[in-house]
């Protein structure tokens, strides 16, 4: 089970700890987008494609980047704080919410949470048999080739392959599930694996559709987040196109990226697709400084308000409580990333306890009380990123939310920064972004004359 921290209104020493992974910063991350994109048919056998369809999980066959920026994502995972579940950015806290799950991959956020058995190696040859429509033979040896309840991807891909061509729908089906959830949302660390038990959510084709898909792709990515923010660990499990293309539409002037189509052109696409690879120049060390900079006009805090034709805001997703899937338990807190839902950010509660808590299913099931202790003590923000009054005092006092060390002769106490509302319209933001960092690279004062057009050019993109 992940063992979250004790709720405190300090963020703990440990975790404040800064230490280096060591010389090579950035994580290994599981990666699997060029393997779909050869795995993943153009177009299911029509007796397939309906139950991959009804099981809600049919947008992730085309969701996947080809590859990941892993400085970009692991510069991010740095700030990671696993009992907050959010990022500690400078002018706040920031997280992946069930409504940005929602907008990025098309998953359904309403369904249950799963609550499995243990599979053994021995029912893990016992379910392949039944479900998978393999020998005993066959998948006696394949699970003692995994040394444990796992299956290979590459074999499942097979199987699938071998039933298609006979017709065997239900084991092609299964087969083809379980390779794309252990290729997206439930990527472990091996790179190459996925747990068996994960089969029995496949064992009815006809009633996988009622889980959370949602819940469990951002159980699953918080989960491996806690545990990659940790200096001793060096790699990234969960579904990163999640966390890589979440980077992308909240803060359009951090990393290089590729847009397949523009917002106003999507078609009712999942907006994960809209983005695509492009390989990066900065190192973690380059990027830890860009991200200390940043300020609140940088963030386009409600970036899928142009995608509600295809995806209604769902009140659910303003829960405040644990998520589960299986066993891992994580805290679930919009009250510490309100901004993100159009909403004036006061100073949270402490974190939940979710080693403590024991009627997850009942708590989601009856979520309404919460969203409303949630946003009750707030307001409809009137600018995109307000905050109450001793809002980011009381966070700089919590966090440290800056990771550049001071300079020797500097004052090691950081000061709580004060921001400009600054524009509201997000490509203004981007143009204000740029011209204010380029200032800053070349030392540029106000007075000085050659940098008199920039700086009017700044003053003008604020303003709008």
Known sequence: ????????????????????????????VAGHGLKLTSRVPLALPPQMESWVSRSGLASLQRTSLNKIDTNLVSAFVERWHLETSS?????GEMSITLDDVACLLHLPIRGIFWSPQDVTEELAVELAVDYLGVSQGQAQ???????????????????????????????????????????????????TLVEARYLLLFRDLDGCSGYSWGAAALVTLYRYLGDASMYSCKQLGGYPTLLHCWIHEYFPT??????????????????????????????????????????????????????RAWRVFDEICLYRGCLKWGEIVVPYLPDRCLRQFGYRQYVPSPP???????????????????????????????????????????????????????????PREVPVPVYDVGPSDPDWARVSTLIRRY?????????????????????ISRSH
Not at 3 to 26: H, V, Y
Not at 442 to 458: H, T
């Open 1 to 28: 089970m992940l063992m979250a921290l004790p709720p405190s209104e300090e963020i703990s020493d440990a975790t404040k700890q800064f230490q280096e992974r060591g010389p090579k910063k950035e994580l290994k």
């Open 87 to 91: 990022f500690h950015m400078p002018f």
């Open 141 to 191: 040896s394949h699970v003692r080739s995994c040394r444990g309840s796992y299956y290979k991807l590459e074999w499942l891909y097979d199987i699938f392959v071998h039933h298609r061509a006979a017709s065997s729908w239900a084991y092609a089906t299964r087969a083809y599930l379980l390779m794309l959830v252990g290729s997206t949302i439930f990527a472990d660390k091996t790179f």
């Open 254 to 307: 951090v990393g290089k990226r590729g847009e397949n189509w523009n917002p106003a052109g999507n078609c009712g696409l999942p907006r994960a697709m809209r983005w695509s690879y492009r390989q990066g120049v900065l190192k973690v060390d380059d990027l830890r400084p860009i991200l200390d900079e940043l300020t609140p006009t940088d963030v386009i805090w409600r970036p899928f308000e142009d995608h």
């Open 352 to 410: 939940l306890d979710c080693m403590m808590a024991t009627d997850i299913d009942v708590d989601w099931i009856s979520y309404h009380q919460s969203v409303v202790d949630v946003i009750g003590s707030s307001s409809v923000a009137t600018t995109p990123s307000e905050v109450v009054d001793g809002y980011l005092e009381w966070y700089y006092r919590v966090s440290h939310p800056r990771l550049v060390p001071p300079h020797r002769d500097a």
């Open 439 to 459: 200032l800053r690279q070349v030392n540029a004062e106000e007075e000085d004359p050659q940098f008199s057009d920039l700086f009017e050019a700044l003053h």
